[in-house]
């Protein structure tokens, strides 16, 4: 083992309901780099997966002193999964690979060869550099994939084929200056280490059979490209606004189409009083923000199940003053003459406003203290 030098090479995994593939990988990673004399540790970051990992990380843990790990309690995330993992590790090369098998072990010897070198900090496991394949990816994803890849370069100051990918080697004098910079939205871990570096990383692309997933199955959803987009997002305009504050102003801002469809529909429309209209349309138009904000704004402490039902009545109850506000002051210009759209406008608004503060301190609330 190490004795007293730093260890070589840290190779961090998160891990989110992977039990099944834990010990094939460390086998795996044990018959490649033993064979080469690499000094090498594996840091699973698991964020408390439901299929029985930590017991079996434990176990592993016990057996092979190679082997270290963390669990993460209320939170997730594979970016911010990887940094934590990093940042608990000492080794002078940090590798980050995905812990379901579809990441090729036998690349990391020569990933760290190609580190030896001054003209390279960042070795990147490429699935478009030469000798690579795709694998399974569908040509929806593979053309998604290209967009994100093209958005990625205008962020990262580096020419790179394969930014998204997940599977890189880094020297950690160059992980270091990023630390304060990272964002860590979502699942684009070398995309944001790129973007935070303060000067270009030299980076090197290792083409990289993308293979197949045999067990469990991909966490990647729909939304991640709203995760992406807020890392980019928070890149380009971080440091003048909080990007969580930009996607609540823009569901606020749908908030007051849809808050007007539904009032026209009712008023005009449908011939209903402008009271109990503008009242519906309020009490609707909170719902689906709700939704729009948890999913989107809020995703990173997204309510769901019971919790759901707790926050929309949780949100209906904070907002219930706002709501009345709204309502009371929609009524008294409209009763004053004012144009039945500047009123409701004018009403929403000041609703919306009362939303922003008080459920951002109370319905998504950042998690408190898990229970012991
Ligand atoms: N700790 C933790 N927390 N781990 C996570 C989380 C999380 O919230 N979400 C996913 N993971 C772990 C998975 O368990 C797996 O080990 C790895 O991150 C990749 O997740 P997959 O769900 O298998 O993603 P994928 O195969 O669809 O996408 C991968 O390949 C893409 C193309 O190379 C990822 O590496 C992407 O980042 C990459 O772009
Ligand atoms: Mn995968």
Redesign the pocket.
Known sequence: MSGLMAEELSIV??????AK?LSILVDRLSETLNKERIDWEVVF???D?QDGSRAALIDLANQNSRVRFIT?IG????S???IEGMLSSSARHLAV????L??DETLLPKMLVELQSDEVEVVV?S?FAKGASLGE?SSTREKI?NLGNWLARLTIKTELK?P????FMIKREAFEPTLYDLSGTG????VDILASSPRPLKVKELGFN?GK?IH?????DSLVAVEFLTLLAEKWLGFLVPVRFLFFTAVGGLGVFIHLAILSLLFKTLGWQFYSAQATATLLTMAINFSLNNVLTYRDRRLSGFGFIKGLLSFYLVCSVGALANFQFAEFLFSEGIHWILAGLAGAIVGAVWNYAMTSTFTWAKKKKQKI
């Open positions: 995994v998160p891990v989110l309901n992977e593939n970051v698991d964020d997966s993460r939170r997730q995330g594979l911010s999964a990887a690979m995905d812990g379901d579809q990441h496991g699935r990816f994939s394969d998204l990918n997940g599977f699942f684009k871990i070398l993308f997933r469990g199955e991909s966490k990647i």
